[in-house]
T-cell receptor, first 114, second 110 residues
């Protein structure tokens, strides 16, 4: 079974702090994704990566950056957290992009920024 | 930008009643996927539809892809309390990036 793990289930940070969210997958998947989930807005893509050291912006990249130094690990970074970044963050991986790319999601990190 | 509309946003049904959620796109899709997210859980892949007019079944769940490949539906027959959750479609308008619908939250009353 594919396993996608995220470093924390719950996280509370203060405005202005730098926040790291870590995601690890164990199935050698090429593609990894970061989404945020907010009520009424569904899942919105922040960034994705289709290879080590490669990244592409999703629909809402502002205020975020990412890092993929190893194939199995994809990190989301909030350089200076703000209250409007309070959300559920979901990491996902898929074997192939595009038409064959169904996703395996991690359990999510619920981030609260005070 | 491209949008995927999913309706309804919420649905409450009595156990044993049927349920349907619809996913609509303004553009032709390469394929569409459906996911289920249980309360407190994460989205789990259910199925992928590729061909025009395709119909697939998983026990009490029936998935359809429209003839024009612009819409899709998920129908649950005789709902059970285990069907509770949010159902998302994820549409592929091109060849690379999926767009998720806003989800339909299903509540089943025993």
């Amino acid at each position: 079974d594919v396993k996608v793990t995220q470093s924390s289930r719950y996280l509370v940070k203060r405005t202005g702090e730098k926040v790291f969210l870590e995601c690890v997958q164990d199935m050698d998947h090429e593609n990894m994704f970061w989404y945020r989930q907010d009520p009424g807005l569904g899942l919105r893509l922040i960034y994705f990566s289709y290879d080590v050291k490669m990244k592409e912006k999703g629909d809402i990249p502002e205020g975020y950056s990412v890092s993929r130094e190893k194939k199995e690990r994809f990190s989301l970074i909030l350089e200076s957290a703000s209250t409007n970044q309070t959300s559920m963050y979901l990491c996902a991986s898929s074997l192939r992009a595009g038409e064959a790319g169904w996703k395996f999601f991690g359990p999510g990190t619920r981030l609260t920024v005070l | 930008g491209q949008q995927v509309m999913q309706i309804p946003q919420y649905q409450h049904v009595q156990e044993g009643e049927d349920f349907t959620t619809y996913c609509n796109s303004s553009t032709t899709l390469s394929n569409i996927q459906w996911y289920k997210q249980r309360p407190g859980g994460h989205p789990v892949f259910l199925i992928q539809l590729v061909k025009s007019g395709e119909v697939k079944k998983q026990k009490r769940l029936t998935f359809q892809f429209g003839e024009a490949k612009k819409n899709s539906s998920l129908h649950i027959t005789a709902t059970q309390t285990t069907d509770v959750g949010t159902y998302f479609c994820a549409a592929l308008p091109g060849t690379y990036k999926y767009i998720f619908g806003t989800g339909t939250r299903l509540k089943v009353l025993a």
